[in-house]
């Protein structure tokens, strides 16, 4: 997929356009974007997204579902061609929809936006498809599909249901980093884990041990603060099974497919030994969720 900053990075081409931040690309962005698709090969599956998150900017905090990068990756594996990620400046915020219009979306050679029926451009959200519509650009409205919503699935993930969450985002629910050396303990006890650095506007699930899976392994994943050895730092470490490898530096997606147990302390490291393998073999039997 080609990437571009800015809309003179685009050749200007007739265009269906899906506009959003699409954080998460869950199941009813990816109802948008289909229908963005659908339109080819007359018109070129483009997405305009926004970099950093709007509400971000605007002075709220968010925990994101998605980075950048994993966003751009899913937008892809969707079937869009070419996205233009704006940044997303105190400016951009105060556009009027016609001034968005004229500056984001004709130079790309935008005929078609894509979008939800409830969606919202420009200046205090003043912006509507109507108005596009006005401005002389075709629009398609694709109904929202019911109960599925970022902010919804940000809820079950700080609940720990990533199960919950993988039905709303219509693929498993992901804690993505790059793997830096920690206290190298996991080695120490037959179990050396991969310690992950998380982008601080990330989201991370609920403490507790999950299984998952990472780099074509299932995976042993705990988050929290090591209880047993009087942590307080949050950490996100992967124990892939059966995994014989160097991973420092490099940029890990963890799929979490259950939620197995809370993070606890133990009598003794004896205690601990044996439990971490009771959740290895868990980790081992577990579905993907979806």
């Known amino acids: 997929m080609n990437v571009a900053r800015s809309p003179g990075e685009l050749e200007t081409r007739s265009r269906a356009v899906a506009v959003g931040t699409f954080d998460g690309v869950h199941l009813g ?4 974007l289909a229908a963005a698709v659908d339109q080819g090969p007359a018109l070129t599956p483009t997405v305009v997204s926004f970099w950093p998150h709007p509400r971000i900017v605007l002075g709220n905090e968010v925990r994101l579902l998605t980075t950048l990068e994993r966003r751009l990756e899913l937008l892809a594996d969707a079937g869009i061609d070419e996205t233009l990620v704006v940044e997303f400046t105190p400016r951009v915020a105060q556009m009027a929809p016609e001034a968005f219009a004229d500056e984001v979306l004709r130079p790309i050679g ?3 936006v894509v979008a939800g029926t409830d969606f919202r451009f420009g200046r205090g959200r003043a912006g509507d498809l109507d108005t596009l519509e006005r401005l002389g650009l075709a629009v398609e409205r694709v109904d929202l599909v019911p109960d599925v919503s970022s902010t919804a699935i940000r809820g079950l993930l700080r609940e720990g249901d990533v199960a919950g969450a993988a039905r709303l985002l219509g693929r498993t629910a992901e804690v993505e980093g790059t ?3 920690g206290d190298a303990r996991g080695g120490t006890l037959g179990y050396p884990t ?3 650095l998380v982008e601080p506007d990330l989201l991370v699930p609920a403490f507790g041990i999950y299984a998952g899976w990472a780099e074509g392994h299932r995976s042993a994943v705990s988050i929290g603060t090591n209880p047993h050895y009087g942590g307080h730092e949050r950490r996100v470490e992967a124990f892939l099974l059966d995994f014989d490898g160097d991973l420092y530096g490099e940029r890990l997606v963890v799929e979490l497919w259950k ?3 809370e993070e606890q302390s133990f009598g ?5 030994v044996e439990q971490i393998g009771r959740d290895v073999e868990a980790a081992r039997a577990a579905e993907r969720p979806v």
């Open 29 to 32: 962005h990816r109802r948008v």
């Open 179 to 181: 793997v830096v050396s």
């Open 110 to 112: 935008t005929e078609l």
């Open 259 to 261: 939620r197995l147990r």
């Open 194 to 196: 991969a310690n992950l």
């Open 268 to 272: 003794s490291e004896a205690e601990l």
